[in-house]
């Protein structure tokens, strides 16, 4: 028995929903367990690929449990959307689903003021949201007048809720955004109907979990975005609202941190980010190119294009720190099958100093300019390998020199998209290590 925690070591997107997906053969239960519909998780089997915002990417696993805990902020209709576009694609959700009742809900609102807080936002200061309702949700939550699941379910509760959020929003609306309200009446007609739609799932996660550990599964919590884009450990302000690094698993889902196992960081053999904010070692040039272009780095939730750059041990070492990684998963290897030469960035130069550690302040971070130490590219296709012998030589040299570098060994290497397309060092869950 092992319960696992799947965090991003950069800024998201690394490739969680793929590792998820695989590791969910081993798993009996797969939580969700903060962030909302600004993840967006893809996974590809075959021919097939399943892009999933809300649901844990073990859904594709007959059998096996999903979660979505306390400490996700749910947007109903996506959900909704998600579960109908699962079910027409063949894949019942009989029983397999749970949605916290403490689990708080986007509101039409929380979009209107995400989009109005962005839309006031000058040049530099933008965020480039998602779009979602994230923020505002979990300012809600904190300011503590938000609607939970518990209260989406029971329409005399959700009435009263509704009424007084409205009458708030409205007031806000109107005179900080000079923008319209919203209908009380509207909103719990809409929100009503999709309550009593989820009300079947909505159930005591935390309870289900704890018993689930009793009986010995193995529990595998799923993170979304990334350790730089945590709201405490990121690079405020350009980050999201919750907590992205491991100890939102304990917190977002209602499990304690003596019964976490092992955290395993899934790491990109290079960078990327979306939306805005500082990233010292972003490429705007052609090699920049060739990785968006090669990586397909557009945002799966937005559409956006990723802004692409070299890998930064910096920022790696640091996630080793703040999440306590116990094993890595670097993916998207075959990305850099046309490099000549690659580069690391393992320290940055900040007004003549040097600097190895991240620095805490958010205009020192902005200044820092990349110092690269250059390694030869292999110039040869990974793409689909298995077994790290049939890697190229220098492929197998930029593996274990990241793994150096960063002081955590790798427990698998993707080198595709597909489940399929993946080197096991080691099993995560059994904890048995090869040494690469
Ligand atoms: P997540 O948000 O961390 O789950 O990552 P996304 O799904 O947003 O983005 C990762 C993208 O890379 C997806 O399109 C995956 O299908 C793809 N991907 C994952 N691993 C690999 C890999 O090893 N190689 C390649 N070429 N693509 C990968
Ligand atoms: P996954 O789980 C990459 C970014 C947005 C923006 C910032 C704040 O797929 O890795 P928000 O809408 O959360 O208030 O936006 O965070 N962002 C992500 N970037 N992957 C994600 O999720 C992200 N979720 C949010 O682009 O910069
Ligand atoms: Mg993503």
Redesign the pocket.
Same mark, same amino acid.
């Given at each position: 028995m092992a319960n696992i925690v799947i965090i991003?070591s950069q800024w998201? #997107? *690394?490739? !969680?929903? !793929?590792i998820v997906d695989l590791l969910t053969a081993e798993a009996d239960v797969v939580v969700r367990y903060q962030g909302g519909a600004n993840?967006?998780? %893809?996974v @590809?089997i075959g021919s097939h690929?399943y $892009?999933l915002h809300l649901m844990p990417?073990g859904i594709l696993h007959p059998g096996k449990k999903c979660v979505i805990g306390n400490g996700v902020v749910i947007d109903p209709a996506t959900l909704l959307e998600e579960m109908d576009g699962l079910e027409s694609r063949g894949i019942g959700l009989g029983d397999s689903l749970m949605i916290s009742k403490n689990a708080h809900v986007i509101m039409p609102w929380h979009k209107a003021l995400d989009g109005a807080a962005e839309a006031r936002r000058s040049g530099g200061s933008k965020i480039g949201t998602t779009g979602r309702g994230i923020g505002p949700c979990y300012a809600e939550k904190m300011e503590r007048s938000g609607i939970r699941i518990s209260d989406l379910v029971n329409p005399e509760l959700l009435r009263a809720k509704v009424d007084q959020n409205v009458a708030e929003v409205n007031f806000l609306l109107a005179r900080i955004y000079e923008m319209d309200g919203f209908d009380a009446n509207q909103v719990f007609e809409e929100y009503a109907a999709y309550g009593k739609r989820l009300a079947p799932f909505a159930g005591d996660a935390s309870l289900y979990l704890h018993t689930a550990k009793q009986a010995g599964k193995n529990i595998l919590f799923e993170g979304?975005q990334g350790t730089m884009l945590d709201i405490d450990h990121g690079t405020y302000p350009f980050v999201t609202s919750s907590s992205s690094t491991a100890g939102g698993a304990c917190t977002g889902a209602g499990f304690g941190p003596t019964h976490i196992d092992g955290v395993l960081g $899934?790491v990109k053999a290079y960078t990327t980010r979306v939306g805005a904010g500082p990233f010292p070692t972003e490429l705007l040039d052609k090699t920049g190119d060739l990785l968006q272009s090669r990586?397909?780095e557009v945002?799966?939730t937005t559409g956006r294009r990723r802004r692409c750059g070299w890998f930064d041990a910096v920022v790696v070492r640091y996630a080793a720190r703040v999440n306590g990684l116990t094993g890595l998963c670097l %993916?998207? +290897? #075959? @990305?850099l099958d046309e490099c000549e030469k690659i580069m690391i960035c393992n320290a940055y130069k900040y007004k003549g100093e040097i600097l190895r550690e991240m620095p805490n302040e958010p205009h020192v971070f902005a200044a820092c300019e990349p110092i690269y130490e250059v390694v030869p590219g292999w110039m040869a296709q990974t +793409?689909g390998k298995t077994s790290m012998h049939d890697l190229p030589q220098a492929a197998q040299d930029y593996v274990k020199r990241l793994q150096d570098d960063i002081g955590v060994p790798f427990a698998m290497v993707? %080198?595709?998209?597909d489940r399929d *397309?993946t080197i096991i060092n080691f099993n995560p869950f059994s904890w048995q290590r090869e040494v690469i």
């Open positions: 991003g998201g #997107d *690394e490739g !969680k929903g !793929k993840a967006g998780h %893809t @590809v690929q $892009i990417s979304a $899934i990586g397909r945002g799966a %993916t998207k +290897l #075959d @990305v +793409l993707s %080198t595709g998209p *397309e």
